[in-house]
């Protein structure tokens, strides 16, 4: 099973809409997906209209109250099933902090439901505190949206840093593929960021880059898919 962590520490690099966007395009493709959102400001239940903070999520799974399985809601989107996050997962860094395997505890939860999905996408947060490390120690691969900036090259280079700390503590295998996003291939600049990225960081380049489109906030704003809402954009 295919566990893809959506990470980068800096946030509005397109983190939720390309964990949205792969999840429902996986789904069309008929492959069983979960959708984790594992960032606090919910954006990625949100952008799939799931519009309820109320609902149960990860808080409540890593304080006991109740399992995964119990707060996954069901067909989000074709295929897709999605564990909606809410406010209260703010507060689960210092819970974790006195956890035994604190840093494992997403992989532990992960584990009965492994046989249920063929793509387990995770949202993580702007942040690489103990939510962002759960869940590049659960993944086993990671995928960096990364626009042209020099934020975006610095937020890439401490994320490689945490990852290869990780593989070494872990003994484990994690790469880290980069995906150019909100890209303007007609200015200079964007094609230095991607030289950047090709010659400076230890990682993969996707041979695609995402151009900037209004499409994608539109989507958004009705909580659907690009897949839905325009394909062909």
Do not use: W
């Amino acid at each position: 099973m295919n566990i893809i962590a959506i990470a980068n520490q800096k946030g509005g690099c397109g983190k939720t809409t390309t964990a949205i966007n792969l999840a429902t395009m996986l789904g069309g493709y008929d492959k069983r997906v979960l959708l984790i959102d594992m960032d606090p400001q919910g954006h990625a239940s949100l952008g799939l209209g799931t519009s309820d903070r109320g609902l149960p999520g990860l808080y409540e799974v890593f304080s006991d109250e109740a399992s995964l399985y119990d707060v996954v809601v069901s067909e989000v989107f074709d295929n897709v099933d999605l564990v909606p996050a809410n406010i209260m997962l703010a507060a689960v860094e210092p819970l974790l902090t006195d956890q035994p395997g604190r840093e494992r505890q997403l992989l532990e939860h992960l584990e009965p439901l492994k046989g249920l999905y063929e793509h387990i996408i995770i949202d993580c947060p702007p942040s690489l505190g103990l939510l962002s490390i759960n869940a590049l120690r659960a993944a086993n691969q990671v995928l960096t949206p990364v626009e042209a900036s020099l934020f975006a090259l610095d937020g890439v280079h401490r994320l490689t840093e945490i990852v290869q700390l990780l593989c070494e503590k872990y003994e484990m295998t994690l790469p880290i593929k980069v995906i150019p996003t909100m890209f303007d291939a007609h200015t200079r600049f964007a094609q230095t960021i991607l030289q950047a990225l090709r010659e400076e960081l230890p990682v993969g380049l996707s041979g695609t880059q995402i151009r900037h489109t209004v499409r994608t906030r539109e989507a958004a704003y009705l909580g659907k898919p690009l897949r839905d809402y325009a394909p062909y954009c």
